[in-house]
């Protein structure tokens, strides 16, 4: 299956800086990535789709100017969180399709813990 | 819209067990359908995917799963269940003209030894 690398697994920041976290698709090229949040034992939820060359679409109560994301290139997508808070903390995973249709499995990486203190 | 119900936040098999993990869906127009098994601090992992043709998918490790429509449902199985086959699994939905994938809320496999 086709490879999405994120980066930084893990990460501890202060409360009020930012942080970015990149996603790419190694062996394919993917016009669209989706950003999600999960909460320890809970499903993902889906925070927004990243689309290339133009502005990301942003699911309801998901706060665009807290996390901002840029899709530059059809391999490389990054989530920042800004001014971030200890209730920020949490898992983040990114994903992108392969293929252009709904049949194309979604492939994910290996996700980024985030920790604020 | 679609959703994905999977019955049972918790499963626990013993090792060589089988295993039956259940999903529901509700989809108004032909779905595609897919299984993702998640380890600890990991992302997800594709198990296997149902795309319109046999509705029996077989997947990676031993899975597999039955697309049955009169019954909205697409389990997932494998005859004997491994202790490393313990992580959480998740049930999706995605169809032809959306671009999203639906997740169930998660099932997480114990296998005792």
């Known amino acids: 299956g086709a490879v999405v690398s994120q980066h930084p697994s893990r990460v501890i920041c202060k409360s009020g800086t930012s942080v970015k976290i990149e996603c790419r698709s190694l062996?394919?090229?993917?016009?669209?990535m989706f950003w999600y949040r999960q909460f320890p034992k809970q499903s993902l939820m889906l925070m927004a789709t990243s689309n290339e060359g133009s502005k990301a679409t942003y699911e309801q109560g998901v706060e665009k100017d807290k996390f901002l994301i840029n899709h530059a290139s059809l391999t490389l997508s990054t989530l920042t969180v800004t001014s971030a808070h200890p209730e920020d903390s949490s898992f983040y995973i990114c994903s992108a399709r392969e293929g252009g249709t709904g049949a194309g499995a979604a492939f994910f990486g290996q996700g980024t813990r985030l920790t604020v203190v | 819209a679609q959703s994905v119900t999977q019955l049972g936040s918790h499963v626990s098999v013993s090792e060589g067990a089988l295993v039956l993990l259940r999903c529901n869906y509700s989809?108004?127009?032909?779905?595609?359908l897919f299984w993702y098994v998640q380890y600890p601090n990991q992302g997800l992992q594709l198990l296997l995917k149902?795309?319109?043709?046999?509705?029996l998918v077989k997947g990676i490790n031993g899975f597999e799963a039955e697309f049955k429509k009169s019954e909205t449902s697409f389990h997932l199985t494998k005859p004997s269940a491994h202790m490393s086959d313990a992580a959480e699994y998740f049930c999706?939905?995605?169809?032809?003209?959306?671009?999203?994938?639906?997740f169930g809320a998660g099932t997480r496999l114990f296998v005792k030894a």
């Open positions: 149902y795309t319109s043709a046999a509705t």
């Open positions: 989809s108004s127009v032909p779905p595609y």
């Open positions: 999706a939905v995605s169809n032809t003209g959306g671009f999203k994938t639906i």
């Open positions: 062996d394919f090229q993917a016009t669209t």
